[in-house]
């Protein structure tokens, strides 16, 4: 792991973020202005990118999870029966993280920026930060990952 600082112009910085979270595995941006306050710093903590085969693709993960229309019932049930204020196990988090990736991935070949992909993304951030705080990689491959290594049963 390493830190990475830029200074670049405002007007750049959202173009050198995404080349950066393209190159390498980041954590947040953290954004100063210069002291002279005409050119921002960009501070990241990255790590090069894991190795693909890491990685289970999303066919592997969910070969043997139950169709997504069961997942949807089996969220609906477990949130429905609970109490409310009521933290959940890691299983509910997880699958729930796992169904709206499998959503999302109905939608990515047309559109990589939709609002699945959005939630998706922002359900896997949540398992992994409750995981493993602080681990620096793609979060709906890490929910992947976890996913193929919990063995589902159709419920």
């Given at each position: 792991?390493?830190?990475?600082?830029?200074?670049?112009?405002?007007?750049?910085?959202?173009?050198?973020?995404?080349?950066?979270?393209?190159?390498?595995?980041?954590?947040?941006?953290?954004?100063?202005?210069?002291?002279?306050?005409?050119?921002?710093?960009?501070?990241?903590?990255?790590?090069?990118?894991?190795?693909?085969?890491?990685?289970?693709?999303?066919?592997?993960?969910?070969a043997k999870a139950p169709?997504?229309?069961?997942?949807?019932?089996?969220?609906?049930?477990?949130?429905?029966?609970?109490?409310?204020?009521?933290?959940?196990?890691?299983?509910?988090?997880?699958?729930?993280?796992?169904?709206?990736?499998?959503?999302?991935?109905?939608?990515?070949?047309?559109?990589?920026?939709?609002?699945?992909?959005?939630?998706?993304?922002?359900?896997?951030?949540?398992?992994?930060?409750?995981d493993q705080p602080g681990?620096?990689?793609?979060?709906?491959?890490?929910?992947?990952?976890?996913?193929?290594?919990?063995?589902?049963?159709?419920?």
């Amino acid at each position: 792991m390493f830190e990475i600082r830029v200074i670049c112009d405002p007007a750049d910085t959202d173009r050198v973020t995404t080349a950066l979270t393209t190159a390498f595995t980041t954590g947040a941006v953290r954004r100063r202005r210069t002291r002279d306050g005409a050119r921002t710093r960009l501070y990241l903590t990255a790590d090069h990118l894991p190795d693909p085969a890491d990685w289970p693709t999303p066919e592997q993960a969910y070969a043997k999870a139950p169709s997504i229309v069961s997942e949807i019932g089996w969220t609906a049930r477990t949130i429905a029966t609970a109490e409310c204020f009521t933290e959940l196990d890691r299983e509910f988090y997880l699958r729930k993280a796992a169904l709206l990736d499998r959503i999302a991935l109905m939608d990515e070949p047309q559109d990589l920026f939709s609002d699945a992909t959005d939630t998706a993304h922002a359900a896997a951030v949540s398992v992994l930060d409750r995981d493993q705080p602080g681990l620096i990689c793609d979060p709906r491959a890490y929910v992947r990952q976890q996913y193929a290594l919990l063995a589902v049963d159709d419920q």
